[in-house]
Structures are given as C-alpha cells and as structure tokens.
C-alpha cells in the first residue's frame, strides 16, 4: 500500500463517518474506497464491515447527550441487530451476493420513502387503539407491525451486505418513536454497531480482511463520526431527512445500475 492510497483510505474514513452518523449512508463512501484502493469486492465489502465499527464508537463520544437515558433501549435493539448481523455474515460466507444485490436498490428506496412520510406513518404506527397503545374504552386494540422483527432483518442485511443499512434502520427507528431525529440517528448508530461488530467477528475469524486498509479507513471514521452529532444536532430536522433520502435514492439508483 503507497501514501496515496493511505491517504485515499484515511480520507474515505472521515467521509464515510461524517456521512454514516448524519445520514446513515457511512458505505456509500467506504465501500468505493476501498475498491479504489484495488481490494477485490468480497473482501472490501468484509474489510469495510470491520472498519465501520469505529463508527458507534465516534457517535457514542460526540452524541453524549442525544444517547444520555437510551441505555435499556440500545442493549436490547442491540442484541437483536447483533442476531441479525452473524446471521447476514454467515449467509455472506455461504450465498453468491449477485441474486440479493438486485433487491439491495429497492430496500433502500423504501427506507428512504419511510423517511420522507416519517410524520403520516409514525401517526398511524401510534394511532390510540394500535398495539401497545391505549384507546377508547371498548375499544380492540389493533396490530401493528413489530419493530423487532425488522430490526433483526436490518441487522441481517448489514451483516450481508451493509450499504444504506443505516438508512433503513433510521426509517424503521423514525416511524416507531416520537422523539427529534438527532436522538433516534445516534441510537441507530450504536445499535447498528452491535451487527457489524457480530460481522466483523465472523470476517476476522474466517474472512480475507484486509487488516492495513481497515485501520486507516477506521481511524477517519472515528473521526468523522465524532464530528457528526453536533452537524446533525444543529441542523434543521426536515431538510436533513429529506437530504438522506434523496442520497439514498441516488444510491439505491448507482446500486441497481451495478447489479444490472
């Protein structure tokens, strides 16, 4: 490895952090990175896995105060996202990648439409008479969908494949809770930290992880994710979600086009 691409990857790493706790999109940067840095696409995609868990580790640090009181909620979203993402990294060590990359693009585009309407189904998600939720006297208390199951098959695609996972999560975690978006992004972060670093367990015990690589790009994301909290906490909440979710379309677009 030369200085330029040592200096490709420390870079890529502070993008894909800064990116990762404001937008939930650390791979869009890291993945291309490590590609250009000649690493074939297993292994970066396994390399990047690794990477990434200095991610939670860089948003726990700069967003103290969004994540202060969280703890019973992160241990227990954590522990499913965890299931999920040993599960996604077994099934990347057993299963060609090439049939799930073709449905990669449109759970993206659904997580980015859940960010867009966030207010219309969070009010049905929590609707008095739903699940969980108090109503009317006499009145049945209707299904809703779980948020456990979707956390586990989030944690399970992070694990697989992992690009805009953080995406999809924040959706899932936006439409759940009442609570600014600068708390539920910090939470997701963390609790996604728990499947890659199940993954990464995996990789490292079994995978060809390119070791040099993962420090440099995990050193920026330190960073990068360090910085993030205090850009999402001083920004306006609906132009950011409405920026996520235009790069996840752009995203889920460039995904489709390489799958295609």
């Known amino acids: ?15 894909s952090g800064l990116t990762g706790s404001i937008a939930g999109l650390a791979s869009l940067v890291s993945y291309p990175v490590l590609l250009a840095a000649g690493i074939p696409p297993v292994a970066a995609s396994m390399t990047n896995t690794v990477a990434l868990l200095a991610a939670p580790a860089g948003t726990a640090a700069g967003a103290r105060r969004e994540l202060r009181g969280q703890g019973r909620r992160i241990r227990r979203a954590g522990g499913i996202c965890a299931a999920g993402g040993i599960t996604g990294g077994v099934l990347l060590r057993s299963t060609p990648a090439s049939a799930f990359e073709v449905i990669v693009p449109f759970l993206i585009v659904l997580g980015a439409l859940a960010l867009l309407f966030r207010e219309g189904l969070r009010d049905w998600y929590t609707r008095p008479g739903r699940l969980g939720t108090a109503g009317p006297p006499g009145v049945r208390p209707a299904w809703r969908p779980p948020l456990g199951p979707a956390i586990f098959l989030i944690g399970v ?4 494949f992992g690009a805009a996972a953080g995406v999809l999560l924040l959706a899932a975690m936006a439409v759940a809770a009442s609570e600014p978006i600068a708390v539920t992004n910090a939470v997701k972060t963390v609790v996604l930290g ?14 060809p992880v390119h070791w040099g690589a993962a420090a440099l790009l995990g050193a920026g994301c330190l960073l990068g994710a360090g910085i993030g909290p205090a850009v999402v906490r001083r920004s306006p909440e609906r132009p950011l979600r409405v920026a996520v979710a235009v790069a996840a379309f752009g995203l889920a677009i460039y995904l489709w086009w390489q799958a295609a």
């Open 194 to 207: 728990a499947a890659n670093l199940a993954a990464a367990i995996l990789y490292a015990l079994t995978g």
């Open 157 to 160: 695609y992070g694990g697989y």
């Open 1 to 15: 490895m030369d200085l330029e691409q040592a200096g490709l990857l420390l870079l890529g790493g502070v993008g």
